[in-house]
């Protein structure tokens, strides 16, 4: 099974390698476009993914619901991007869930590895292979909500919550919410079964870079996470004010951080 992609090309003259690139829950390759237009022009070729019940993705299905969907979800990446990957350098990007779905397919694909860059990952703690089933109802219905709005309502109604957020950036946003297969939301194992330190701890034992980018307001990487992603060797750094949508809050700051992570580990020729 192949999974939607988006393909943003490094102008001519060749490229540093390829980053594959994870978006959040009930957010989509298009919510990327900035940010992997930035790194293109950075000399990346970028695969921007639609995981399974996301943008033009397949939907889920009861039986695949049945396996852990997400350990599906890294297969179905796995799958997607193998055929893509011309044995030049590649990092590993994902937000959100995307951030935990992109460590575990590091893990299983250090081959050719450079590094992985995270976005406030969403990773459980205590750690745990199920979601919480009132976290999970509660996030279906408020996706169920947003779907029930226009298009115009969904933007007002996120200009209240959010409006500093950058206007070239919400129509995907919008966009991405309608198009969200609520049966996975719903269902809540939306990251790996198998548990985050346990990754950090592979990636450190194949000596690939990690570096988390987070925030300091309704962020999911806590102090408690930080601490135990330094102790296996990952790299945190914290902006100030950001949030859970670190890009957003701070696009520049994180641009700038990730482009420096970026030249340490995939130096441009």
Known sequence: MTLHLIETIAPAGGTRGTIVALPGLAESAETLRV???HWAHCGFRVLSIDPRGHGRSPRWTAELLRR??????VDDVLETIEPELDGGALVLFGHS???SAAAAVAARRPRGLAAVLLEDPFW??????HQDRQVA????ATLEHQQSLTDAERLAELA?????WPADELDA???AKQR????????GDVIPSTGWPTLLAQLAGARIPVHIVTGTVAIGITANHRAIARSLGAEVMVIEGAGHFVRRDARDRFHTIADTFLDETVPAR
Do not use: K, Q, Y
Request: avoid cysteine.
């Open 35 to 37: 940010t992997t237009a």
């Open 68 to 73: 852990h969907p997400g350990d599906v979800i």
């Open 97 to 99: 869930a995307g951030g």
């Open 124 to 129: 459980r703690l205590p750690v745990t292979r």
């Open 137 to 140: 109802e509660a996030a279906a």
């Open 160 to 164: 209240a919550i959010h409006p500093g």
């Open 173 to 175: 946003w919008s966009e």
């Open 180 to 187: 969200m297969d609520v049966t996975l939301v719903r269902n």
